[in-house]
């Protein structure tokens, strides 16, 4: 009953959420205030449905319900109870209904959250949000419903894909997908503001605190996700520019150039018709990144088994999506009030650059990852694009906006002094060059590519650095939202310096270990001790020790795992990982290279990782510095602007 | 400065950047590809020389042989077969009699020398390139018997 009851409701929301996307944007354009008025109770009874919907899911994981073919093949009675809840999203059906939970998640808060906004406006933005959500159920309807019965059920499930057991993917996807789908927003708001004409300062302010908290998730979950591939897939990379990590990268890239771009549209009211654009393009390659993942038109790292029904799907989604947004833009752009004059130094002109360098990067991304695709659908023969590809253009890309970092904060709106501007700077171009010869030769060998990046992270920190002194000279404290982007962009420091660090200094190695034998990386030796048999909840563990040693101490043991579990075929390699501020060290094991598997040879895979965690931690601190940013309480005042439809006039 | 000229030098910058990615685009590219090649395209004589490409099959039964780090098998489309080496330790997901593919160059004495092994997620899956192998060869098997 419990699943049939978690359909009804799903079909019951794609009903209510029909009506929402409909009834709210025609009354918002005739004026008629009971039909605005349906835009919050009909979000709010879609959020409730989808509600029942996933509980009803999580419900049938939590009693083994193998009658649901969707929990019998992602569950298994043997799974811990935690692995079985996050298992609701270990798979395609149930990831999808998760997805359709977020986006209704974000209208419900958008329909909380916006008291203080003209009736019409939130009638409007909760109305995109509403047709996007109908898509997307169609979607879970048509090609992949969680909820469909197995007639003969079987007794027990086949569980759940090892790699996904474990703690990363408990958070990882919901994050990444609040992200995602937080991209609707940022785009529903931009849709609003197409449809009601009005493009104006007002709405950049309302999008802002949406589009940067959407922005924040993303980060997280990317962060997260990459973590995860450091720490459980034992590969010891933490990016690997597949197609799936791009499909999550581009909305980021395009997510930021966005924050930045709203900036000028808010305080200046210029860049208007470019931020709807990016608005556009977010969300559309949050569609994409769906696709890529779903589809399994690439060959991916990543890739799970797929179906490509479901790709055409979202492609054609895809295509209505990008198709009629474009087509109302181009509707409405050339109605669009140019923004205010600027001169060709000033902040804008800064941000403006800053949009230029993420779009293009995130264009060479796409390129990258779409190439094998056109190469094919042109009978080129079926290739790949490989990571150095990516960081051959990447990386370029990315270094004058390190440079510009420094400068663009300080520089004024409309016109800035660039003598003057260089003048203050001096004491931090002195700081990158002691930067850039001194701490690569501190760290080890001098090398011109990590010079480069720690000579711009020093200038960075310490035009960072000037600049807060400066401002907390000044009378009044600064706004929450200037310390978030002071933050964030510290945190983009951090992670220049941790990817900078890595790639240069990093030690690999595959090793044949014996007991007893010793190898050593980074200055740390790790001497072999054997590999016991273990047992865990549903699986059994050839359960390795290794003796970490410096200078001849132990500094702590380390047992990385080979586990079999016992629903599955494949053998999962837990790495250990021993983590600190400076460096981590790493060891996994491969396969047992000698029959006797508890005194013989081993093949082992050992890393030292200096600063790997600065990558993290600078997501981390760009999350962090985003939040700060949204909390701002300029957000929430109520804009006196631009209060077209007068609410509640007609009734 | 005048807004035209203003409006220009922004024009100019913005070509600019675009020209240069795109030539580091194109550069990149050029460079960084690499083709796949299924078993009977090497057998035929059709792989690159001397350069990095893919090739992707079944892992052939009981042909895995350890020596130490080194771990040669072979790959077949069900038609022919390439042997590769491997040195170093392979995903958790590689075994025999299921779908891999793999990254490398020909040796002079035709063997492939594997520089990567690709690892997948999910024991059910198999990659579309292993997969586009093995249907071609069943296709033409197919034909030859019509």
Same mark, same amino acid.
């Given at each position: 009953m419990i699943p049939e009851l978690g359909h009804f409701a799903l079909i019951?929301?794609?009903?209510?959420?029909?009506?929402?996307?409909?009834?709210?944007?025609?009354?918002?354009?005739?004026?008629?205030?009971?039909?605005?008025?349906?835009?919050?109770? %009909? %979000?709010?009874?879609?959020?409730?449905?989808?509600?029942?919907?996933?509980?009803c899911l999580t419900w049938s994981f939590y009693v083994n319900d193998f009658s649901v073919e969707y929990v019998a093949g992602h569950s298994n009675t043997q799974l811990p109870t935690m692995y079985r809840l996050s298992a609701v999203w270990g798979g395609h059906e149930g990831s999808l209904l998760l997805w359709v939970f977020m986006l209704v998640g974000w209208a419900a808060a958008v329909a909380a959250f916006s008291r203080q906004l003209p009736a019409a406006m939130v009638a409007r933005v909760l109305a995109v949000l509403g047709l996007v959500t109908v898509g997307l159920m169609a979607f879970v309807l048509l090609t992949s419903n969680p909820f469909d019965r197995l007639l003969n059920p079987p007794a027990e499930g086949r569980s759940l894909n090892p790699l996904l057991q474990d703690p990363g993917l408990i958070y990882h996807p919901p994050l990444l997908y609040m992200g995602y789908v937080g991209m609707a927003v940022a785009y529903a708001f931009a849709m609003a503001a197409l449809i009601a004409g009005q493009l104006d300062a007002a709405w950049a302010r309302w999008s802002r605190p949406w589009t940067t908290v959407a922005w924040v998730f993303l980060t997280l979950g990317i962060a997260l996700g990459s973590w995860w591939a450091y720490y459980e897939l034992g590969w010891g990379g933490w990016w690997f520019w597949d197609p799936v990590e791009n499909a999550s990268f581009m909305p980021w890239l395009v997510a930021t150039a966005l924050i930045h771009s709203l900036a000028v549209t808010e305080k200046r009211g210029g860049f208007k018709n470019w931020t709807v654009l990016l608005a556009i393009a977010a969300f559309s390659l949050s569609l994409l990144g769906t696709f890529l993942v779903r589809s399994g038109v690439l060959t991916s790292v990543h890739a799970f088994a797929t179906d490509p029904r479901r790709g055409l799907f979202i492609l054609m989604l895809l295509a209505v999506v990008v198709g009629g947004s474009l087509m109302l833009f181009a509707a409405r752009a050339p109605k669009v009030s140019a923004g205010g004059r600027f001169e060709l130094v000033s902040r804008e002109t800064f941000l403006l650059v800053n949009n230029v360098l993420l779009v293009v990067a995130c264009g060479a991304v796409l390129l990258g990852t779409l190439y094998p695709l056109i190469v094919d659908a042109f009978g080129g023969g079926k290739i790949s694009v490989g990571p150095p590809y990516f960081n051959a253009v990447f990386v370029p890309i990315m270094l004058p906006l390190l440079l510009l970092i420094a400068v663009g904060p300080v520089a004024r709106w409309k016109q800035a002094d660039l003598a003057d501007m260089l003048k203050n700077l001096w004491p931090a171009a002195v700081v990158a060059v002691v930067a850039g010869i001194a701490l690569p030769m501190a760290a080890g060998q001098w090398h011109a590519y990590v010079a480069l990046a720690l000579a711009l992270v020093g200038w960075m920190v310490a035009a960072l650095v000037m600049q807060t002194v400066e401002r907390l000279r000044k009378p009044g404290t600064p706004t929450p939202s200037w310390w978030g982007m002071q933050l964030a962009h510290f945190g983009l420091a951090a992670f220049v310096v941790g990817v900078a660090m890595v790639s240069t200094y990093q030690d690999e190695r595959d090793v044949r270990m014996e007991p007893g034998e010793t190898v050593s990386v980074g200055g740390y030796t790790f001497k072999f001790l054997g590999v016991r048999e273990s047992r865990g909840p549903n699986y059994t563990a050839d359960r390795g020790t290794f003796e970490l040693l410096k200078d001849g101490k132990v500094e702590r043991m380390l047992h990385p795992e080979k586990r079999a579990y016992d629903t599955s075929q494949m053998p999962m390699t837990e790495a250990a990982i021993d983590a600190g501020f400076t460096r981590d060290v790493y060891v996994s094991l491969g396969e047992a290279l000698t029959p006797d598997k508890e005194n013989g040879a081993?093949?082992?895979?050992?890393?030292?990782?200096?600063?790997?965690?600065?990558?993290?931690?600078?997501?981390?601190?760009?999350?962090?510095?985003?939040?700060?940013?949204?909390?701002?309480?300029?957000?929430?005042?109520?804009?006196?602007?631009?209060?077209?439809?007068p609410a509640g006039a007609v009734a | 400065m005048k807004a035209r000229h203003k409006r220009f030098a922004i024009i100019g910058g913005g070509l600019a950047a675009i020209g240069i990615a795109a030539t580091l685009v194109l550069n990149a590219l050029d460079s960084n590809i690499a083709f796949f090649v299924s078993p009977s395209e090497v057998a035929e004589g059709k792989a690159p020389q001397g350069k990095i490409f893919r090739i992707g099959g079944f892992v052939k039964e009981g042909s895995i042989q350890r020596d130490n780090l080194t771990v040669s098998f072979v790959i077949t489309d069900t038609a022919k077969d390439v042997k590769v080496a491997y040195t170093g330790i392979l995903p958790d997901l590689f075994q025999e009699g299921k779908g891999a593919v793999a990254q490398g160059r020909i040796l002079p004495d035709g063997s492939f020398k594997a520089t990567e092994v690709l690892a997948k997620h999910d024991e059910n899956y198999m990659p579309p390139e292993a997969q586009h192998a093995v249907d071609q060869v069943q296709k033409a098997q197919k034909s030859l018997k019509q």
């Amino acid at each position: 009953m419990i699943p049939e009851l978690g359909h009804f409701a799903l079909i019951l929301a794609f009903l209510v959420s029909m009506v929402q996307g409909i009834l709210p944007l025609v009354g918002a354009q005739r004026n008629r205030a009971d039909w605005i008025a349906l835009a919050r109770p %009909t %979000t709010a009874a879609s959020f409730l449905l989808v509600a029942v919907s996933f509980a009803c899911l999580t419900w049938s994981f939590y009693v083994n319900d193998f009658s649901v073919e969707y929990v019998a093949g992602h569950s298994n009675t043997q799974l811990p109870t935690m692995y079985r809840l996050s298992a609701v999203w270990g798979g395609h059906e149930g990831s999808l209904l998760l997805w359709v939970f977020m986006l209704v998640g974000w209208a419900a808060a958008v329909a909380a959250f916006s008291r203080q906004l003209p009736a019409a406006m939130v009638a409007r933005v909760l109305a995109v949000l509403g047709l996007v959500t109908v898509g997307l159920m169609a979607f879970v309807l048509l090609t992949s419903n969680p909820f469909d019965r197995l007639l003969n059920p079987p007794a027990e499930g086949r569980s759940l894909n090892p790699l996904l057991q474990d703690p990363g993917l408990i958070y990882h996807p919901p994050l990444l997908y609040m992200g995602y789908v937080g991209m609707a927003v940022a785009y529903a708001f931009a849709m609003a503001a197409l449809i009601a004409g009005q493009l104006d300062a007002a709405w950049a302010r309302w999008s802002r605190p949406w589009t940067t908290v959407a922005w924040v998730f993303l980060t997280l979950g990317i962060a997260l996700g990459s973590w995860w591939a450091y720490y459980e897939l034992g590969w010891g990379g933490w990016w690997f520019w597949d197609p799936v990590e791009n499909a999550s990268f581009m909305p980021w890239l395009v997510a930021t150039a966005l924050i930045h771009s709203l900036a000028v549209t808010e305080k200046r009211g210029g860049f208007k018709n470019w931020t709807v654009l990016l608005a556009i393009a977010a969300f559309s390659l949050s569609l994409l990144g769906t696709f890529l993942v779903r589809s399994g038109v690439l060959t991916s790292v990543h890739a799970f088994a797929t179906d490509p029904r479901r790709g055409l799907f979202i492609l054609m989604l895809l295509a209505v999506v990008v198709g009629g947004s474009l087509m109302l833009f181009a509707a409405r752009a050339p109605k669009v009030s140019a923004g205010g004059r600027f001169e060709l130094v000033s902040r804008e002109t800064f941000l403006l650059v800053n949009n230029v360098l993420l779009v293009v990067a995130c264009g060479a991304v796409l390129l990258g990852t779409l190439y094998p695709l056109i190469v094919d659908a042109f009978g080129g023969g079926k290739i790949s694009v490989g990571p150095p590809y990516f960081n051959a253009v990447f990386v370029p890309i990315m270094l004058p906006l390190l440079l510009l970092i420094a400068v663009g904060p300080v520089a004024r709106w409309k016109q800035a002094d660039l003598a003057d501007m260089l003048k203050n700077l001096w004491p931090a171009a002195v700081v990158a060059v002691v930067a850039g010869i001194a701490l690569p030769m501190a760290a080890g060998q001098w090398h011109a590519y990590v010079a480069l990046a720690l000579a711009l992270v020093g200038w960075m920190v310490a035009a960072l650095v000037m600049q807060t002194v400066e401002r907390l000279r000044k009378p009044g404290t600064p706004t929450p939202s200037w310390w978030g982007m002071q933050l964030a962009h510290f945190g983009l420091a951090a992670f220049v310096v941790g990817v900078a660090m890595v790639s240069t200094y990093q030690d690999e190695r595959d090793v044949r270990m014996e007991p007893g034998e010793t190898v050593s990386v980074g200055g740390y030796t790790f001497k072999f001790l054997g590999v016991r048999e273990s047992r865990g909840p549903n699986y059994t563990a050839d359960r390795g020790t290794f003796e970490l040693l410096k200078d001849g101490k132990v500094e702590r043991m380390l047992h990385p795992e080979k586990r079999a579990y016992d629903t599955s075929q494949m053998p999962m390699t837990e790495a250990a990982i021993d983590a600190g501020f400076t460096r981590d060290v790493y060891v996994s094991l491969g396969e047992a290279l000698t029959p006797d598997k508890e005194n013989g040879a081993w093949a082992v895979r050992v890393y030292f990782k200096p600063f790997v965690d600065w990558i993290w931690g600078g997501c981390l601190l760009m999350a962090i510095g985003g939040l700060m940013a949204a909390s701002d309480r300029r957000y929430r005042v109520r804009a006196k602007a631009s209060a077209a439809v007068p609410a509640g006039a007609v009734a | 400065m005048k807004a035209r000229h203003k409006r220009f030098a922004i024009i100019g910058g913005g070509l600019a950047a675009i020209g240069i990615a795109a030539t580091l685009v194109l550069n990149a590219l050029d460079s960084n590809i690499a083709f796949f090649v299924s078993p009977s395209e090497v057998a035929e004589g059709k792989a690159p020389q001397g350069k990095i490409f893919r090739i992707g099959g079944f892992v052939k039964e009981g042909s895995i042989q350890r020596d130490n780090l080194t771990v040669s098998f072979v790959i077949t489309d069900t038609a022919k077969d390439v042997k590769v080496a491997y040195t170093g330790i392979l995903p958790d997901l590689f075994q025999e009699g299921k779908g891999a593919v793999a990254q490398g160059r020909i040796l002079p004495d035709g063997s492939f020398k594997a520089t990567e092994v690709l690892a997948k997620h999910d024991e059910n899956y198999m990659p579309p390139e292993a997969q586009h192998a093995v249907d071609q060869v069943q296709k033409a098997q197919k034909s030859l018997k019509q």
